[in-house]
């Protein structure tokens, strides 16, 4: 038997490579399908599943590509709907793999489909638990993402989870190894562990939700405290994921489209595209297209993409390193944005060679900005948690995530100083903002981290994150 986790840090995702014996099983995979295609292959094994543990809001699976290239079955949860042809699993039913067993287990309260995989082996023995978004490694799901869907108030589908964790999940053997859809990073639970497998054991010690003696009102009041606005792609991939998309073949055939800079730029005009440029934020900051945006390939790409451009229709033309146009494509359509109408051939030297015109933001070093001897205004755009945790003295917070909704509060007329972790954020949103007409933005290189070590700084008394909860 082999259970390999395929993590992608991005989006803090884990899809998983079941096999025993010549057949193989698939648990929420990613948009591309391939890799797990050419590793069936390579272990002369036939993909006969793909389990779907929900409809997924944070990425767009390839459940329906891969059963497509394989004719491998789609198994869901009891009550999915989904519109394509797939099997509606019931509650304990259970799907022979080789010579091991995959039980349903109906976990409800993240989404009402909601299910858990449990995996026997030959001898009826559990094994493992691949337990999607019910139950994280330190967290279990947020319940508010499916309430218009389930027409429950999120205390309600908190409700729910809490009986089906007691019901379902804690009632199985402490040796179980849990295997979750997600770990630390992702907007689908508020207080993920970076470690992205362990025991029910010891999750039953350490994990706040799991505790024995805890109440359901106590349950439904900690899980739901704290909950932020999710990303705006949200329900979209939703959507994609239950009734079907473009296969990820065409998506990269359109978005790999080599385009002259006469070319980009004539699109650019007539289609309103965004220009998506993904180099490395201080690179992009030297000299880029003017009005472009920049979200590093290097970082949390897709999330940001899915928080910033709302509308998941939205054309794209990209700017990218040559020779990771495809990278690009393929990332922006595991979040659902499959309107990518090309990438500007040759980069910005041949941009430049053009003749076309450049911009380029200013950047100073935390050094530069403490002996400048001036009133310096600061915008901090880490998420609150970690302003509230420590910050500089004086810096006004507007989280990256609420830029749109805060942008009035930038004064478009002085000087404002713009910083973040460590720069990967503040070029983001400098770059949205400049866009937008705010011309006397300055970026700060090394963020929060630099600003600290510099020593001129006045720094808040450092709170523990993990006390705001």
């Not at 289609?271 to 970082?299: H, K, M, Y």
Request: proline fraction near 4%.
């Amino acid at each position: 038997m082999i259970i390999e986790q395929i993590y992608t840090g991005c989006l803090a995702q884990g899809a998983y490579y079941i096999q025993s014996e010549n057949q193989a099983a698939i648990i929420d995979p990613l948009r591309e399908v391939e890799p797990y295609i050419k590793k069936a292959k390579a272990a002369g094994a036939v993909i006969k599943y793909v389990f779907e543990t929900h409809f997924h809001a944070d990425f767009v699976s390839g459940h329906l590509d891969l059963s497509r290239q394989t004719g491998a079955r789609i198994i869901y949860g009891p009550t999915a709907q989904p519109g394509f042809k797939a099997h509606v699993a019931k509650d304990r039913e259970e799907f022979k793999l080789g010579k091991v067993t995959i039980r349903v287990l109906h976990t409800p309260g993240h989404t009402m489909e909601s299910a858990c995989y449990l995996l026997l082996d030959e001898h009826g023995e559990q094994k493992a638990l691949f337990s999607g978004d019910t139950l994280f490694i330190g967290d279990v799901g947020r319940p508010d993402l499916a309430q218009k869907a389930a027409h429950m108030t999120q205390e309600e589908l908190a409700g729910t989870l809490y009986d089906s964790l007691r019901n379902q999940v804690m009632t199985l053997n402490d040796d179980v190894t849990i295997y979750p859809a997600h770990g630390a990073g992702s907007a689908c639970g508020k207080n993920m562990s970076r470690e992205i497998t362990d025991t029910l054991g010891n999750q039953k010690k350490h994990n706040y939700a799991l505790r024995a003696n805890m109440t359901k009102e106590e349950f439904i009041r900690e899980v739901t405290r704290g909950l932020t606005p999710p990303p705006a792609y949200f329900p979209m991939n939703v959507k994609m994921n239950k009734e079907g998309y473009e296969s990820i073949d065409s998506v990269l055939r359109q978005g790999t489209r080599a385009l002259s800079p006469e070319a980009f730029e004539a699109a650019a005009n007539e289609t309103g595209a965004v220009i998506l440029d993904t180099r490395n934020a201080a690179v992009f900051g030297q000299e880029f297209i003017p009005n472009s945006v920049n979200i590093g390939l290097d970082g949390n790409f897709a999330p940001w993409v899915g928080a910033l451009i709302t509308d998941i229709r939205q054309p794209i033309l990209i700017v990218a390193d040559e020779g990771r146009e495809e990278e690009v494509v393929t990332r922006l359509a595991r979040v659902g944005y499959d309107r990518s109408l090309g990438f500007l051939k040759g980069g910005m030297n041949a941009w430049k060679a053009a003749g076309k015109e450049t911009d380029h933001i200013t950047s100073v070093s935390a050094e530069e900005l403490a002996n400048s001897g001036a009133e310096a205004a600061l915008i901090d755009v880490r998420k609150a948690s970690e302003y509230l945790a420590e910050h500089v003295i004086g810096a006004e917070n507007i989280p990256l995530d609420y830029i749109n909704k805060h942008m009035s509060q930038v004064d478009k007329n002085k000087p404002i100083y713009v910083h973040c972790a460590g720069g990967y954020r503040s070029m983001i949103f400098n770059s949205i903002m400049r866009a937008r007409g705010y011309h006397n933005l300055i970026n700060v290189s090394g963020g929060f981290t630099a600003l600290k070590e510099c020593g001129k700084f006045k720094i808040s008394p450092y709170v523990c994150p993990g006390t705001m909860l």
